[in-house]
């Protein structure tokens, strides 16, 4: 059966502001982008706030000038460790607890337990117009390869689950101090079971340059990137980024590493912050600045003026170097708040790293878009005819506006449907769903509007 759909009255700032566009799509893909002269006005075209439900008798849709995004990317979350704060708390707010209390929770988190926050979170991110999620994965593999495996397991069952959603790719937190043999083992096993690349926290270990040495042999024996959390720490001597360029260079894995947090290279000097921007051009490494968590979690000893500890978003950029902002942790000790919303995230970077041009406004639709889906290596993204057509349409006309209004309507296509019905048509029932949806129909009692479910 082919299925087909046009747009009319679309805004595209990701493409051209001055004009509207008209978009075709016929078994998910982009068949055709036209520039309109003008607003168009036909009898047969359902305005987009009139839908009441998905139906495949609307064929032809009138946008009425607002925005359309293709599928939001966040190059960075933690879904396994989402909405646990009740079990898991911080009191100091500081990274250091964070990471002490969690640890110490995790024997005794269950695997049913960890899939469901994967899923809940991932739904909530999916609800905003997020269609890809690089997601890092606690591997406490100190207590033993049953519980450090069983979150990949989990991890894998949601992935699987939730694929007519959202795109998970999954990196496991190695473990930051030193490896033995048998948790080698285990990390392989991992990789082996389905994990999309290595990840980890050099700086936090007491040997990180040897640590780091150790991951990138891994990386090059299974033919799989690497994804490290970096820097994150307010002292300017914190430098691991340095060693973890020369090796991107020594391994020949240039394109294949991204950096996260870097909030040393805000405490340090321009020259030093500098120097280490050239090393990350030279090697192309990816980047990707966490607002949320870091503007929470950084300077907590500092006395007034206060380290905010967002990283140096406007130099990075400036440097060619592909930078990425992400949503990082919601509801948990390392980050209380957040909600997986990418626009609102966009908001955060603009207020911390003081972007609020025109030019500096399209640059955050970048990095919640094209930037990260480079750096996951997605093919065949973005709204060009040919790709595939996984979009998000938000209430707004003007990317000044959404981050404004952080509209609550969003109407979200993916694989070859709008997602209220892309369970039903695939006649995919699962009983973890169940405990958040009303199945009679998936419908979602979240807004008139809103066609996928706001956990």
């Known amino acids: 059966m082919i299925h087909s759909l046009s747009l009319i009255n679309v805004k595209l700032p990701m493409n051209d502001e001055k004009h509207l566009y008209s978009l075709s799509v016929e078994n998910g893909q982009w068949t055709s982008i036209n520039k309109q002269d003008d607003l168009i006005f036909t009898p047969d075209a359902v305005p987009i706030d009139s839908m009441t439900g998905i139906g495949e008798n609307e064929k032809k849709l009138d946008l009425q000038g607002k925005v359309l995004l293709p599928g939001l990317i966040d190059a960075h979350m933690h879904l396994d460790k989402s909405f646990c704060l009740p079990q898991v708390r911080n009191k100091s707010g500081t990274l250091w607890e964070a990471v002490q209390n969690y640890s110490e929770a995790v024997p005794a988190f269950s695997k049913e337990e960890i899939k469901l926050r994967i899923m809940r979170s991932a739904l909530q991110a999916v609800s905003f117009g997020t269609t890809a999620i690089r997601t890092h994965l606690d591997f406490h593999v100190k207590y033993g390869s049953a519980v450090a495996l069983r979150t990949v397991e989990a991890a894998l069952e949601a992935k699987e689950a939730l694929s007519p959603y959202v795109d998970l790719q999954l990196f496991p937190l190695t473990p930051i101090s030193g490896?033995?043999?048998?948790?080698?083992?285990?990390?392989?096993?991992?990789?082996?079971?389905?994990?999309?690349?290595?990840?980890?926290?050099?700086?936090?270990?007491?040997?990180?340059?040897?640590?780091?040495?150790?991951?990138?042999?891994?990386?090059?024996?299974?033919?799989?990137?690497?994804?490290?959390?970096?820097?994150?720490?307010?002292?300017?001597?914190?430098?691991?980024?340095?060693?973890?360029?020369?090796?991107?260079?020594?391994?020949?894995?240039?394109?294949?590493?991204?950096?996260?947090?870097?909030?040393?290279?805000?405490?340090?000097?321009?020259?030093?912050?500098?120097?280490?921007?050239?090393?990350?051009?030279?090697?192309?490494?990816?980047?990707?600045?966490?607002?949320?968590?870091?503007?929470?979690?950084?300077?907590?000893?500092?006395?007034?003026?206060?380290?905010?500890?967002?990283?140096?978003?406007?130099?990075?950029?400036?440097?060619?170097?592909?930078?990425?902002?992400?949503?990082?942790?919601?509801?948990?000790?390392?980050?209380?708040?957040?909600?997986?919303?990418?626009?609102?995230?966009?908001?955060?970077?603009?207020?911390?790293?003081?972007?609020?041009?025109?030019?500096?406004?399209?640059?955050?639709?970048?990095?919640?878009?094209?930037?990260?889906?480079?750096?996951?290596?997605?093919?065949?993204?973005?709204?060009?005819?040919?790709?595939?057509?996984?979009?998000?349409?938000?209430?707004?006309?003007?990317?000044?506006?959404?981050?404004?209004?952080?509209?609550?309507?969003?109407?979200?296509?993916?694989?070859?449907?709008?997602?209220?019905?892309?369970?039903?048509?695939?006649?995919?029932?699962?009983?973890?769903?169940?405990?958040?949806?009303?199945?009679a129909e998936i419908n979602f009692p979240f807004g008139n509007n809103t066609f996928v479910p706001r956990i």
């Open 179 to 439: 490896f033995n043999s048998d948790e080698i083992e285990v990390l392989e096993e991992a990789i082996r079971m389905g994990m999309s690349g290595i990840g980890g926290a050099p700086h936090l270990s007491e040997t990180p340059e040897q640590d780091i040495d150790r991951l990138f042999r891994l990386a090059q024996k299974h033919d799989c990137p690497i994804d490290l959390h970096t820097d994150e720490n307010d002292d300017p001597h914190v430098r691991t980024l340095g060693h973890i360029a020369k090796r991107t260079i020594d391994f020949d894995f240039s394109g294949r590493v991204t950096v996260d947090h870097l909030c040393s290279l805000a405490s340090m000097s321009d020259a030093d912050a500098g120097s280490l921007i050239e090393r990350m051009t030279e090697a192309k490494i990816d980047a990707v600045t966490l607002p949320g968590a870091n503007l929470y979690l950084q300077g907590r000893h500092d006395t007034f003026p206060v380290r905010r500890g967002i990283t140096r978003v406007k130099e990075l950029l400036a440097a060619g170097i592909p930078l990425a902002t992400a949503s990082d942790n919601i509801h948990d000790p390392f980050h209380p708040f957040g909600r997986g919303d990418l626009i609102q995230i966009g908001l955060l970077t603009a207020y911390a790293a003081h972007m609020g041009s025109p030019a500096d406004i399209r640059t955050l639709l970048q990095m919640i878009t094209e930037i990260p889906a480079s750096i996951l290596g997605i093919e065949g993204y973005g709204v060009r005819v040919g790709n595939e057509a996984d979009f998000v349409v938000l209430d707004g006309t003007t990317p000044e506006e959404l981050f404004t209004m952080l509209p609550e309507r969003r109407w979200i296509y993916r694989k070859n449907g709008w997602l209220k019905l892309a369970a039903k048509r695939a006649g995919w029932v699962d009983p973890v769903l169940d405990r958040y949806w009303n199945d």
